[in-house]
């Protein structure tokens, strides 16, 4: 078909950008493929868009190191005939991977919303808000008042209060085009401090009519912002752990060596309480259980702190998309007495685990005699942990906050 035949409907795309890798966050994985209520927070984006059913087609820029993944797109966006879905690798920047879109269009298209990968709740009125800006004025911008008073800074970071609020806004995604006035853009030399399209097809001479955006369409940014969306449910985890009591071993529990006649048997430390509690991380995360990340036979492990395995078990949740909220851990033995180190070992694991003392709870009962742990041939421990989403590793899980002196 003609591409300027007026008479048939406009083809619309959207390109989704989705390559960014997000590592300012602090995690491996970028935050549009972190796990947002049983899927890649992508997937929401995506199927947000196709429930706005303005669309003829979408195009998914995503990481190269990605294009293989069998769970990249939702399944049943997949198979959908009516929406033609097309995935294809970004670039470095930004503006590489909306190029790389751009070049993965169809001749038929005509009109392209660009939109990022990290806005779930865009929604159709959005969407149509949107496209008719650009059968209006062939370029739209949707925006947000500026609630904050902005400030701006010198060079040495001194505040220099601007009075220009009232004609500030906030820009959002989707952003839309007719594809001529968008190539067009894209074929200028681009300059650096542009970083969305609308400042790039308004810097190329095109006028850009704005349209009022919506508060809910967020880009998150933050782990709290998955919690707003209702996307950020925690999850729960539950560990369980034996050893069998020796003569001549230490005994470690929680971290926290006790003075004892006999200790456990195992091939690191042995500390059954920290076993109970990386297998309730690892589950609560998805990650499967101790014994597959730290497998007796590898020699490695041999005689290893159980505090060193605690923390690759929260580095390995972190990959995946978590960072424990608390936990509570239950030792069984029969004796010695543990009251007294409880406080101790809980001192020891919350850092590690990277929340606040208060979260952890560690608590020891006895087996009233009976079973194995009653009869002093072992002991057992239970745990669960909560975890949820979130990007930050282990590495700053220090201080974040200012001290009390630091408040405003
Ligand atoms: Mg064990």
């Not at 929680?254 to 003075?259: A, H, N, R």
Request: proline residues 7%; glycine residues 12%; charged residues 25%.
């Amino acid at each position: 078909m003609d591409a300027s035949d007026h008479s048939r409907p406009r083809s619309v795309w959207a390109v989704v950008a989705a390559a960014g890798e997000g590592r300012r966050f602090g995690t491996d994985l970028p935050k549009q493929f972190v796990p947002a209520a049983g899927a890649p927070l992508l997937h929401h984006t995506l199927r947000a868009l196709r429930a706005s059913a303005c669309l003829d087609g979408l195009v998914a820029v995503v990481p190269a190191g990605r294009l293989a993944d069998p769970e990249l797109l939702p399944a049943e966006m997949r198979s959908r005939p009516d929406l033609e879905l097309r995935v294809v690798a970004g670039g470095a920047r930004r503006r590489d991977s909306v190029r790389c879109g751009l070049e993965a269009l169809p001749a038929s298209c005509d009109v392209v919303l660009v939109h990022d990968g990290a806005r779930p709740a865009v929604s159709r009125s959005l969407v149509e808000r949107v496209l008719a800006g650009v059968e209006r004025s062939g370029a739209c911008v949707p925006v947000l008042p500026v609630a904050e008073t902005v400030w701006e800074i010198d060079a040495s970071g001194r505040a220099r209060h601007t009075r220009l609020r009232d004609r500030l806004r906030l820009a959002q995604t989707p952003q839309g085009f007719s594809r001529e006035i968008l190539e067009a853009a894209y074929a200028r030399p681009v300059e650096a401090e542009l970083t969305d399209d609308a400042s790039l097809v308004e810097s190329a001479g095109y006028p850009v009519e704005t349209v009022a955006g919506d508060p809910e369409n967020i880009k998150v940014t933050v782990p709290a912002d998955l919690v707003r969306l209702g996307l950020g449910a925690p999850r729960v985890g539950f560990g369980y752990d034996v050893h069998r009591l020796v003569e001549g071993r230490r005994l470690v529990l929680g971290g926290v060596e006790i003075p004892s006649g006999r200790g456990l048997e195992g091939h690191s430390d042995a500390d059954v309480a920290l076993h109970a509690l990386c297998d309730a991380v690892l589950g609560a995360a998805g990650c499967g259980d101790i014994g597959r990340l730290f497998p007796d036979d590898d020699a490695r492990w041999a005689g290893a702190d159980s505090l060193e395995l605690l923390r690759l078990a929260v580095g390995e949740a972190a990959r995946a998309g978590f960072r424990p909220s608390s936990a509570d851990l239950t030792i069984v033995a029969e004796r010695p007495k543990l009251a007294a180190y409880l406080p101790r070992m809980a001192d020891r694991i919350a850092p590690v685990l990277g929340v606040e003392r208060h979260a952890v709870t560690v608590k020891a009962t006895t087996s009233e005699g009976l079973g194995f742990a009653g009869e002093g041939r072992g002991m057992a421990a239970y745990a669960t942990a909560v975890l949820v989403p979130g990007w930050r590793g282990p590495a700053d899980s220090g201080p974040s906050r200012p001290g009390p002196g630091g408040e405003p």
